[in-house]
T-cell receptor, first 112, second 118 residues
Framework: AQKITQTQPGMFVQEKEAVTLDCTYD???????LFWYKQPSSGEMIFLIY??????QNATEGRYSLNFQKARKSANLVISASQLGDSAMYFC?????????FGSGTRLLVRP | DAGVIQSPRHEVTEMGQEVTLRCKPI?????LFWYRQTMMRGLELLIY????????DSGMPEDRFSAKMPNASFSTLKIQPSEPRDSAVYFC????????????????FGPGTRLLVL
């Protein structure tokens, strides 16, 4: 069965610094996708970034980038120049067979 | 463009009552997903539809839960009878295509319905 592991239940980062949120996955599928979502305290799920298993380059979206290491089955999210508004829960998800499987999430707190 | 719309945003009900959650997907999206989020179990996929047809309902907890999609712009998730353990946030999401590798197919989530069963 697919499994997504986020080993950091909570993290702190100083405003304007970069932070890396870890995610490892476990799939035997050859074709799959990896997603990161942000969930602020208001509760909505906001899509951040996507990486396809066949993408050779790491995905980037503004201040978000995905450090994809296929052999290690890791898909870490890097947030550069952290802002106070980045304080939220962050979920990694993997898809195959048309289902999204989510990790348990990392709560990020940005300190001023 | 409007995103995924869910109603109600909050629901408080008593055990044994019927609860109906509603979702309007993004126009043109072929897939609709229902998720449940709890502290204990995290985010779980309950069921998903493709072109209004239920494809996989293996995540539906038990027979008390049912979901329908009578047309491309509306879906319901019903719990009858409700129990306190059903208290959770229920999300609806939609996508143009299933989330598969090789292309930017993304699920977009609604704001969720916070359900409390007393």
């Amino acid at each position: 069965a697919q499994k997504i592991t986020q080993t950091q239940p909570g993290m702190f980062v100083q405003e304007k610094e970069a932070v890396t949120l870890d995610c490892t996955y476990d799939t035997s599928d050859q074709s799959y996708g990896l997603f990161w979502y942000k969930q602020p305290s208001s509760g909505e799920m906001i899509f951040l970034i996507y990486q396809g298993s066949y993408d050779e380059q790491n995905a980037t979206e503004g201040r978000y980038s995905l450090n994809f290491q296929k052999a290690r089955k890791s898909a870490n999210l890097v947030i550069s120049a952290s802002q106070l508004g980045d304080s939220a829960m962050y979920f990694c998800a993997e898809d195959s067979s048309y289902k999204l499987i989510f990790g348990s999430g990392t709560r990020l707190l940005v300190r001023p | 463009d409007a995103g995924v719309i869910q109603s109600p945003r909050h629901e408080v009900t008593e055990m044994g009552q019927e609860v109906t959650l509603r979702c309007k997907p993004i126009s043109g999206h072929d897939y609709l997903f229902w998720y449940r989020q709890t502290m204990m179990r995290g985010l779980e996929l309950l069921i998903y539809f493709n072109n209004n047809v239920p494809i996989d309902d293996s995540g539906m907890p038990e027979d008390r839960f049912s979901a329908k999609m009578p047309n491309a712009s509306f879906s319901t998730l019903k719990i009858q009878p409700s129990e306190p353990r059903d208290s959770a946030v229920y999300f609806c999401a939609s996508s143009l295509d299933p989330p598969t590798g090789g292309g930017l197919e993304t699920q977009y989530f609604g704001p969720g319905t916070r359900l409390l069963v007393l």
